[in-house]
């Protein structure tokens, strides 16, 4: 039996993986050095924590790159599924919260062999990405392109209506030239 959901790259709600995967790394690259900052600040009060800036910065940097691939790997077929490049959903939400703090509590402790780096590692991305999943509400449908069009369309006949006004408060127009400041 055929499934209903087609992938179709031509639809006009398709992201390509590349444009997810690179969106995913410039949203972690703001995110993540906060995430390192707590685990550094952390590790200078508790010497067992420290495995040096140098590698965790490193180690930072690889567990973004490898994280946010998962990640935009485990969303994809709800994206193809629902022909929306912000389908929402639990499923489409979790790895957003779960992945990242995952992948870095189990990479520092492989590199320390120490539990407690492991716990505070995944529980220092844990608390940042889950401050930012929770602003970013991923388990919401997000807008459609038409919408997103839409909503461009309104604002920009609002600041030009505004626009058009405070010029008429400027100049002190006649109302009977106020035609003249028209779009044509």
């Not at 499934?3 to 995913?24: I, N, P």
């Not at 790159?65 to 935009?72: A, H, K, P, S, T």
Request: charged share 20%; glycine share 8%; with cysteine.
């Amino acid at each position: 039996m055929a499934s209903k959901h087609v992938y179709d790259q031509d639809h006009r709600e398709y992201v390509s993986l590349s444009t997810a995967y690179v969106g995913h790394l410039m949203t972690s690259s703001l995110l993540a050095p906060l995430a390192g900052l707590m685990y550094w600040l952390l590790s200078y009060f508790f010497p067992v924590l420290n495995f040096g800036i140098q590698n965790l910065v490193i180690f930072i940097i690889a567990v973004v790159i490898v994280g946010e691939l998962i990640v935009v790997l485990i969303q994809r077929p709800f994206i193809i599924k629902a022909s929306h490049s912000d389908p929402g959903g639990w499923g489409y939400a979790l790895p957003e919260f779960l992945v990242l703090p995952c992948l870095a509590g189990l990479g520092a402790f492989l590199i320390s062999r120490e539990l407690s780096a492991g716990l505070v590692c995944a529980l220092a991305f844990f608390i940042v990405f889950g401050v930012a999943g929770l602003l970013s509400k991923p388990w919401k449908p997000g807008l459609s392109r038409a919408e997103i069009r839409e909503r461009y369309e309104q604002t920009k006949d609002m600041i030009q209506a505004g626009y058009i006004e405070e010029k008429y408060r400027d100049v002190e127009v006649d109302p009977s030239h106020r035609d003249l400041f028209k779009k044509r």
